[in-house]
């Protein structure tokens, strides 16, 4: 999809759809005739709330096919990304190839991440293709919008590279393609990409994350991307780490059949490091930044890891797995350990880590933990600047005690009660005393349900909040 700005006025754009946004306080604009709107109102076919669309086809003095109100809702409460997404939505899938949006006051950024990510469709599997697709998006605003524009496309187009990476099926998206996937996206951002293999990881000795790769024929890799600024303002370095288990049967702990095709999608965190560095190396930030993917496949053969088994991470502590479902943070512990060997000072994970968040906090909200609450204020402001929701979590010392093992350094389950606690508790074993946030997005990297604004199937969570990050720090 194209996306441009024009300087025309509304009435000469020529588009199959001029819009218009309307919030439920406020009063015609000056390009619309005052009595429609009232009449609108007052039979309540149009009242200004959030997805409200009123078309009028062929308008007199108008240009475009259709004049179109877009209800916004509260302005207070105004999300602009959704409220444009929805509507490239409703009017792609009536045929509208063409789309002006007067951008008035609103945040041009976030009008373009709104169109990109609204007009995205899971459908690259499909042989025949259902959906329709929105070609242009003009945004009828000056010429100082500009580079919103381009920073909104640039991070809606690394969600969709997120989007697409986490919808692909297992079978296609190997532990292996995932790494050629991330050395071509590199090679075109301009990133440098390394790549461990089972051998080098073997030699290092990341016993905690080769021990969930025994039991698949799918060798283990370990994606490492480097952003390097051209003058760096900080001293500081930046460590994105991302869980990238790209099947998960559970192990010898196997899970239950019913959902289980969902499953590739445990790879969300990774993809939403990858796509974050896809943004970073465009939007240019002054710090240092790497990425960490631990890409492994959790299946079962007759040499995967068992209940019981104990291993040893990079860090040189033990862990007793006692549940081989429990596989994301033995995958990332290692990780996290490399990654202040290599110099990063501040650690931020992403991990499709437990259910147990998903019972806490549904899937309006990522779960966030941290070993440092300034750390925390850091990544809370960047999410809130781009409209991801997350809610901080509790990491109190008595949770540690859920962890204790009787024949290793810890266990890699803490119990029934508290499971996201705990597992983030694991994690922070690892972090040390760096500076590191957790966000456990289990609940929120997959959409069940297409949304007004989203389609069914992957969200791309945290790549805006990741990118945002670095470009403020």
Same mark, same amino acid.
């Given at each position: 999809m194209n996306v441009e700005i024009v300087s025309q006025t509304l009435g000469r754009v020529e588009t199959d759809a001029a819009c218009l946004l309307v919030c439920e306080e406020d009063g015609a604009p000056a390009d619309v005739n005052a009595a429609w709107l009232a009449e609108l109102k007052a039979s309540?076919?149009?009242?200004? &709330?959030? $997805? *409200?669309l009123a078309i009028s086809h062929l308008p007199a003095g108008f240009a475009a096919k259709r004049l179109v109100l877009v209800g $916004?809702?509260?302005r207070a409460s105004l999300d602009l990304?959704?409220?444009? $997404?929805?509507? !490239?939505? +409703?009017l792609k899938a009536k045929g509208v190839k063409t789309l002006a949006w007067v951008l008035g006051d609103g945040d041009a950024a976030a009008a373009a991440e709104g169109a990109?990510?609204?007009?995205? *469709?899971?459908?690259?599997? &499909?042989s025949s293709k259902d959906s329709k697709s929105l070609d242009t998006f003009a945004l009828l605003a000056t010429e100082a919008a500009r580079d919103a524009v381009t920073r909104g496309v640039i991070l809606a187009e690394s969600q969709n590279f997120t989007r697409e990476l986490v919808n692909e099926p297992a079978n296609i998206l190997t532990p292996g393609v995932l790494a050629q996937r991330a050395q071509a996206m590199a090679a075109e951002s301009g990133l440098e990409c390394e790549i461990l293999d089972q051998d080098r990881m073997k030699q290092l000795g990341m016993g905690s994350l080769l021990g969930v790769a025994m039991g698949s024929s799918e060798p283990p890799y370990l994606i490492i991307v480097r952003y390097t600024p051209a003058s760096a303002k900080s001293a500081d370095h930046l460590g994105l780490v991302g869980k990238g288990v790209t099947f998960d049967t559970g192990g010898v702990s196997i899970k239950p059949a019913e959902g289980m095709e969902k499953m590739k999608y445990d790879m969300a965190g990774g993809a939403a490091v990858l796509g974050a560095m896809r943004a970073i190396a465009r939007l240019k930030p002054s710090i240092a930044v790497t990425a960490l993917v631990p890409a492994v496949e959790n299946h079962i053969n007759g040499r995967a890891q068992r209940p019981g088994d104990i291993v040893t991470s990079f860090s040189g502590k033990t862990i007793e797995v006692l549940n081989t479902d429990a596989e994301g943070r033995l995958i990332l512990n290692d990780a996290i350990t490399y990654a202040q060997r290599l110099g990063c000072t501040h650690l931020v994970d992403a991990a499709t880590l437990t259910g147990a968040i998903v019972v806490a906090l549904g899937h309006v909200n990522i779960g966030a933990f941290t070993n440092n609450d300034a750390m925390? %204020?850091? !990544? +809370?402001?960047a999410s809130k600047l781009e409209g991801e929701k997350m809610w901080q979590m509790p990491l109190d010392d008595e949770?540690? *005690?859920?962890? &204790?093992?009787?024949? %290793?350094?810890?266990a890699n389950i803490g119990g029934r009660w508290g499971g996201?606690? +705990?597992a983030a508790w694991f994690l922070r074993e690892f972090a040390g005393e760096t500076p590191w946030v957790h966000l456990d997005i289990a609940g929120t990297a997959w959409l069940d349900e297409a949304k007004p604004y989203m389609a069914k199937g992957p969200s791309g969570v945290a790549v805006r909040t990741f990118a945002r990050l670095a470009m403020d720090w």
């Amino acid at each position: 999809m194209n996306v441009e700005i024009v300087s025309q006025t509304l009435g000469r754009v020529e588009t199959d759809a001029a819009c218009l946004l309307v919030c439920e306080e406020d009063g015609a604009p000056a390009d619309v005739n005052a009595a429609w709107l009232a009449e609108l109102k007052a039979s309540g076919e149009f009242t200004g &709330k959030s $997805g *409200e669309l009123a078309i009028s086809h062929l308008p007199a003095g108008f240009a475009a096919k259709r004049l179109v109100l877009v209800g $916004g809702g509260k302005r207070a409460s105004l999300d602009l990304r959704r409220v444009v $997404g929805a509507t !490239v939505r +409703s009017l792609k899938a009536k045929g509208v190839k063409t789309l002006a949006w007067v951008l008035g006051d609103g945040d041009a950024a976030a009008a373009a991440e709104g169109a990109v990510l609204g007009n995205f *469709e899971c459908d690259q599997h &499909k042989s025949s293709k259902d959906s329709k697709s929105l070609d242009t998006f003009a945004l009828l605003a000056t010429e100082a919008a500009r580079d919103a524009v381009t920073r909104g496309v640039i991070l809606a187009e690394s969600q969709n590279f997120t989007r697409e990476l986490v919808n692909e099926p297992a079978n296609i998206l190997t532990p292996g393609v995932l790494a050629q996937r991330a050395q071509a996206m590199a090679a075109e951002s301009g990133l440098e990409c390394e790549i461990l293999d089972q051998d080098r990881m073997k030699q290092l000795g990341m016993g905690s994350l080769l021990g969930v790769a025994m039991g698949s024929s799918e060798p283990p890799y370990l994606i490492i991307v480097r952003y390097t600024p051209a003058s760096a303002k900080s001293a500081d370095h930046l460590g994105l780490v991302g869980k990238g288990v790209t099947f998960d049967t559970g192990g010898v702990s196997i899970k239950p059949a019913e959902g289980m095709e969902k499953m590739k999608y445990d790879m969300a965190g990774g993809a939403a490091v990858l796509g974050a560095m896809r943004a970073i190396a465009r939007l240019k930030p002054s710090i240092a930044v790497t990425a960490l993917v631990p890409a492994v496949e959790n299946h079962i053969n007759g040499r995967a890891q068992r209940p019981g088994d104990i291993v040893t991470s990079f860090s040189g502590k033990t862990i007793e797995v006692l549940n081989t479902d429990a596989e994301g943070r033995l995958i990332l512990n290692d990780a996290i350990t490399y990654a202040q060997r290599l110099g990063c000072t501040h650690l931020v994970d992403a991990a499709t880590l437990t259910g147990a968040i998903v019972v806490a906090l549904g899937h309006v909200n990522i779960g966030a933990f941290t070993n440092n609450d300034a750390m925390m %204020a850091r !990544v +809370s402001a960047a999410s809130k600047l781009e409209g991801e929701k997350m809610w901080q979590m509790p990491l109190d010392d008595e949770y540690r *005690e859920l962890l &204790k093992s009787p024949f %290793a350094d810890l266990a890699n389950i803490g119990g029934r009660w508290g499971g996201s606690i +705990s597992a983030a508790w694991f994690l922070r074993e690892f972090a040390g005393e760096t500076p590191w946030v957790h966000l456990d997005i289990a609940g929120t990297a997959w959409l069940d349900e297409a949304k007004p604004y989203m389609a069914k199937g992957p969200s791309g969570v945290a790549v805006r909040t990741f990118a945002r990050l670095a470009m403020d720090w």
